[in-house]
């Protein structure tokens, strides 16, 4: 499962205590650490450590000569979706 392979994983945990997948010991251990955090409203323990990455604004890039082109895509007549014969 996801909680094995992120333990700190809240959605995993959350996930895995509402759909009762856990062994009673491991489910009681889990559901502490889900209801402390809908108490504390974190989404999940470490976010206060996390930093925020900040983003290089640069030039906007512009598309020159973009040319449009029909990819010949229409259906006419007796052609298209349900109108085949057997």
Same mark, same amino acid.
């Given at each position: 499962t996801l909680l094995r392979q992120r333990p700190d994983s809240a959605m995993a945990q959350e996930w895995c205590v509402n759909y009762g997948v856990l062994h009673a *010991?491991?489910? #009681? +251990? @889990?559901? +502490?650490i889900v209801m402390k955090r809908k108490k504390?409203?974190?989404?999940?323990?470490?976010?206060?450590s996390k930093t925020k990455k900040t983003? &290089? @604004?640069? +030039? &906007? &890039?512009? @598309? %020159?000569? *973009? %040319?449009?082109?029909?990819? *010949? /895509?229409?259906?006419?007549?007796?052609?298209? /979706?349900?109108? #085949?014969?057997l």
């Amino acid at each position: 499962t996801l909680l094995r392979q992120r333990p700190d994983s809240a959605m995993a945990q959350e996930w895995c205590v509402n759909y009762g997948v856990l062994h009673a *010991d491991e489910a #009681a +251990k @889990v559901h +502490k650490i889900v209801m402390k955090r809908k108490k504390t409203g974190n989404p999940t323990p470490s976010s206060t450590s996390k930093t925020k990455k900040t983003r &290089k @604004v640069g +030039k &906007k &890039k512009r @598309v %020159v000569g *973009d %040319v449009g082109y029909d990819a *010949d /895509m229409q259906t006419g007549g007796s052609e298209g /979706m349900g109108t #085949a014969t057997l």
